[in-house]
């Protein structure tokens, strides 16, 4: 189970006021049986028949009957085991989401999401305990309640919502790296200058000395992105702009890692609040940075998906191709955050309707901040000096998407378009506003 996938979980569990329960599989890798026959060597401690005692251990070995951990194929036995068991009892798979299995009945459902050994229930109460009454009978399982701590996440049940962050983890993060006292900071990252050669992130310099092995730039970064792919959108751009010179940093670069650690120092309960009651509608916005590498003449994609409010999907990343106007740069920003809606939109439906859950298929509105984008796309491609050296590919896949009714795309003033906290360096007021806007909150507030 990927984490898109698990936060539009949890706020359909907001929503609709559904239960969440995690359970754990004892020595799961155990349970699969494999396909393939495999040997080892003869392990320590193991007792030899009475007839190979005389022979030296070197030259024997075991057949397995079972897959074992540390085998490149036991994770997908295990996952063919469970399918298997699960399918049996009615639950219902799809290649959309593969790690998702649905039950409904005539009084509820339940869905149960695995990652490796960890099972996420959410449904009705009857249907959970029915899950996990069948799922003790063919494993040995650990039950750990309501789901309240799952793969670094930290979970809180408000009565008017769910609460997702990792305060934990961020504070791990900032001691290791000698952090943890530093003076907070505002915004992630300082705003950068016009002046490309000013540019306090352009790459290094002939006459500039690259760091050593003894700064760990590399494990910073690590630790940063699984912050920002998980629940801290607010610092995707600024940990996708430091990555790109994780081979060849320098101390203009790792002084950038330092300012983002500062800025997590002042908002480390901040997270993802999935409001109860909230309408289950996906809403896109899109913008690019045009030029947000200088030095390489490439622009920034940025977009956010959001449910009730709140970001379940997003994404901050260099463009591969050189767009020689903004407008071209907007184009494949909105190219790529349709291929994300359709998707967003088949993975959505797919649970909704498994389970019951009456929803209106009207298409997902992606709101762009270019009007000159937004006005072509609509009315259908014009060629002229300006765009016919555009790819027809990201004119026309958008464009059929609108025409299938799948996408709407409709104009938003560039101070409310939630996807600029993707793309550039924001000042203090207009950073605040987005990430607000993206349903971020901070504990201490709810």
């Known amino acids: 189970m990927d984490a898109i996938t698990f936060r539009f979980l949890m706020s359909l569990a907001a929503s609709q006021n559904l239960e969440m329960y995690l ?25 030899m028949p009475e007839d190979l005692k005389s022979k030296a251990k070197e030259i024997c070995s075991v ?32 290649a959309i989401c593969p790690c998702v299995f649905i039950k409904k009945s005539s009084l509820g459902f339940v869905i149960i999401a695995v990652y490796v050994d960890d099972l996420n229930m959410i449904g009705t109460q009857k249907e959970i305990d029915d899950a996990r009454t069948h799922m003790k009978e063919e494993f040995e399982m650990k039950d750990l309640g309501k789901t309240k701590f799952c793969l670094g ?8 919502g769910i609460f997702v962050h990792q305060s934990n983890y961020t504070k791990r ?20 200058s016009l002046d490309v050669e000013k540019d306090p992130f352009r790459p290094c310099e002939d006459n500039e000395e690259v760091l050593g092995p003894e700064v760990p730039y590399m494990s910073a970064i690590g630790g940063l992105m699984y912050l920002a792919n998980c629940t801290r959108p607010d610092i995707a751009f600024a940990t996708n702009l430091l990555a790109r010179y994780s081979s060849s940093p320098t101390r203009r670069h790792w002084n950038g890692i330092k300012h983002i650690f500062r800025y997590l120092q002042g908002s480390i309960d901040l997270g993802l609040f999935y409001p ?9 916005f899109a913008d690019a940075g045009y030029l947000s590498d ?11 998906f959001t449910i009730g409010g709140t970001a379940v999907s997003w994404r901050s990343q260099k463009q591969t191709l050189v767009a020689t106007s903004s407008n071209y740069a907007e184009t494949i920003a909105l190219h790529e955050a349709c291929r994300e809606c359709v998707w967003l939109r088949s993975m959505t439906h797919h649970i909704q309707e498994s389970s019951g859950i009456v ?73 605040k506003k987005h990430v607000h806007s993206i349903g971020m909150r901070r504990l201490q507030n709810l």
């Open 23 to 47: 359970m754990d599989v004892v020595t799961a890798y155990l349970y699969g049986s494999l396909e393939n026959e495999i040997y080892m060597k003869i392990p320590e401690g193991l007792k």
């Open 63 to 94: 057949r397995l009957q079972r897959s074992l951990y540390g085998l490149k194929q036991s994770g997908r036995m295990w996952y063919n085991r469970l399918s298997e068991y699960l399918l049996s009892k009615d639950y219902v798979n799809n």
């Open 153 to 160: 996440l930290q979970i809180e049940h408000f009565q008017d």
């Open 173 to 192: 993060v900032l001691k290791r790296f000698y952090m943890d006292k530093a003076t907070p900071l505002s915004t992630p990252m300082v705003n950068r």
């Open 276 to 284: 109860k009651n909230s309408k289950c509608v996906l809403v896109g």
């Open 294 to 304: 200088p030095h390489k003449a490439r622009s920034q994609t940025g977009y956010v």
């Open 359 to 431: 929803i209106e298929k009207e298409p997902t509105k992606i709101f762009e901040d270019n009007s000159a984008c937004v006005t072509q796309l609509k009315e259908g491609y014009i060629k002229s000096d300006r765009t016919k050296h555009i790819p027809p590919r990201f004119f026309s896949y958008t464009q059929e998407l609108q025409k299938n009714q799948e996408v709407d795309i409709e104009y938003i003033r560039s101070s409310d378009n939630a996807a600029d906290l993707f793309t550039k360096a924001l000042p203090t007021t207009v950073f």
